[in-house]
């Protein structure tokens, strides 16, 4: 780290306020986080896909200095899922809406299939995705809706919080996310054991990075599209896509210039590969980045970075009795307006925000009319406002532009690392199922992030999980070694196949799980460390960065 940059948490939220130890304690966590995301983003895939590295237009502020002045942009779109209207255009605008809310038609029949490659106009029958409790709100922006016995909406939660902060704040204290949930839902019957990890014999999993329980995205408080006193509701970012690792590598490949040019967003997506065309999001970010770059730019998610709901137009709304109908709009969470380094910040920084109406009022949000249609779904809702990103560009010249990403061939093809877990944490997500209105086989290992578990100064056969793409069958194990110095780590056992959404993608693939014991010196250097998977017989490939995290003997547990 060659600058005094630091990654400040996303809107610069403070969730210590009584408590500056843990604050500094998460702060430097997330800056962790942060810069091995970063790093994750500019290796790029070196591995298995060609014309897919060499990003040199995208930079880790940790390491380059931003100059006084450097250009900032915000970056917007629709926060509806854009894809919807893409694939089921006959679909009437309500029967989309319902969709968009509970992932079922009016006829309680989920999505049609996908009859097409849109890339590459093939003929495919895939089941809808991404999966999961809301796994189709994937424009960053998800909501769950609260109705009253009668039907009537009585509130609605947007959030856009990503997964990796939950389980960074999870990581320093559990109870303090507790009292959040509670406060934030409005829900005090909520208990810190309706967000522990369980394995499938419902036993409460400990996470060797912290010593305490682990933490399941997929609660029963933080799962779907329907909230009331019993279950559900929207804490944070759900929708495999829907990640901050994966904006920042998004952002990170579309640096990459290419011949086809970006005058079209989605035939750059699928020549890129980054993303899903025809989202809101991912083509709009991914020309806009590309274009930042072919002008002459390095670029970075601008401190803090992160996923932020824009203030609605409120034009459109009527309120019964004529109450200003921004009235009925709270910030829950995030901010309107936030100072950067060199001032304010463009557009809002919301990070989860209500709309419901008091009910000392005497009507409901459905009573409220939008373009003179009454509010039936939040989906409506999510049509007035607009979601962002800011980029900073700074001065540098733009890279030659290259062919289209594509498939690497025979001895090109390297064993590419893709996630490592503690083995207990894998075993406890990998195994336990979860719904979804289409109803594809999932489990909750869709659901993990890219945080790197830590593993502490002289732990000896820490048993852990690796999973990896592309890795060749045979009865001769990949080699698998550890970048830097006192760090092993040895396969044992065979290796198995894992269907899963790697944290990002829209769709799970096959990726192949082993087994490792991992064992550290005592004096082994703290940080992050790379790691490298290397099929029998062939040379080394590139280490994926920021696997792991090795901490001193006594910096496992932050509580």
């Not at 909501?143 to 509130?155: D, E, F, L, P």
């Not at 996923?307 to 009527?318: A, E, V």
């Not at 309120?319 to 060199?342: Q, S, Y």
């Not at 010196?521 to 998977?533: E, I």
Request: glycine share 8%.
């Amino acid at each position: 780290m060659n600058t005094p940059f630091q990654f400040w948490t996303p809107a610069k939220q403070i969730d210590f306020p009584n408590h500056s130890g843990m604050q500094a304690a998460l702060e430097a966590q997330w800056n962790i986080n942060l810069n091995g995301f970063t790093q994750q983003g500019i290796t790029g895939n070196p591995w298995n896909s060609t014309n897919a590295t060499g990003i040199s237009n995208y930079f880790n502020p940790l390491d380059t200095a931003i100059p006084q002045g450097a250009t900032v942009a915000n970056i917007t779109w629709s926060a509806f899922p854009g894809r919807i209207g893409f694939y089921f255009p006959q679909l009437s605008d309500q029967e989309q809406l319902a969709l968009a809310d509970t992932g079922y038609q009016t006829n309680k029949q989920s999505f049609p299939p996908i009859t097409k490659d849109p890339c590459t106009g093939q003929s495919e029958n895939l089941p809808y995705g991404p999966y999961g409790p809301r796994g189709w709100q994937d424009e960053y922006c998800e909501w769950s809706v609260t109705r009253n016995a009668q039907g009537k909406i009585i509130r609605v939660d947007f959030v856009c919080e990503n997964p990796e902060y939950w389980n960074s704040l999870w990581m320093i204290d559990p109870n303090r996310v507790l009292e959040l949930y509670q406060s934030t839902l409005g829900k005090p019957q909520i208990r810190i054991e309706d967000l522990y990890l369980y394995d499938k014999d419902n036993k409460v999993v400990i996470d060797p990075s912290t010593g305490r329980p682990g933490y399941n995205p997929l609660n029963k408080w933080n799962s779907g599209t329907d909230s009331s006193d019993a279950a559900g509701g929207a804490m944070h970012l759900t929708s495999t896509p829907n990640t901050l690792q994966t904006e920042i590598g998004l952002a990170s490949a579309a640096t990459l210039q290419r011949k086809i040019g970006n005058n079209d967003p989605n035939a750059l997506i699928c020549c890129a590969q980054y993303g899903q065309p025809h989202r809101n999001s991912d083509p709009h970010i991914g020309q806009t980045t590309n274009k930042l770059v072919s002008f002459g730019n390095a670029v970075t998610l601008t401190n803090p970075p992160g996923l932020y709901i824009q203030m609605p137009d409120f034009s459109s709304y009527r309120t019964p009795d004529g109450t200003d109908p921004a009235a009925f709009w709270t910030i829950m969470r995030g901010t309107k307006t936030l100072n950067g380094e060199n001032g304010q910040l463009p557009g809002n920084f919301i990070l989860h925000a209500t709309y419901a109406v008091p009910p000392d009022k005497g009507y409901t949000v459905s009573d409220i009319t939008i373009n003179n249609q009454p509010i039936q779904w939040g989906g409506q809702i999510a049509r007035t406002f607009l979601m962002q990103i800011v980029a900073t560009a700074i001065d540098k010249a733009a890279p030659p532009a290259l062919d289209c990403v594509g498939p690497t061939s025979g001895s090109d093809t390297l064993a590419q690392p893709l996630q490592l877990f503690h083995a207990d944490i894998f075993k406890a997500m990998a195994y336990r199922p979860v719904a979804n209105p289409v109803n594809q086989a999932m489990t909750l290992i869709s659901n993990s992030t890219l945080i790197a578990p830590l593993v502490r100064q002289g732990a000896l056969k820490v048993p852990m999980v690796l999973t990896g793409a592309t890795v060749q069958p045979g009865n001769r194990l990949p080699a698998v070694s550890i970048t830097g110095d006192g760090v092993t780590a040895t396969a044992i056992g065979s290796t198995s196949s894992i269907n899963y959404a790697v944290p990002g993608n829209s769709y799970p693939s096959e990726a192949t799980a082993m087994l490792l014991e991992v064992s550290v010196a005592s004096n082994a250097t703290p940080g992050l460390r790379g790691l490298h998977l290397t099929n029998y017989g062939q040379p080394q490939g590139a280490a994926m960065p920021a696997l792991i995290n090795v901490v001193a003997a006594g910096a496992i547990q932050t509580q």
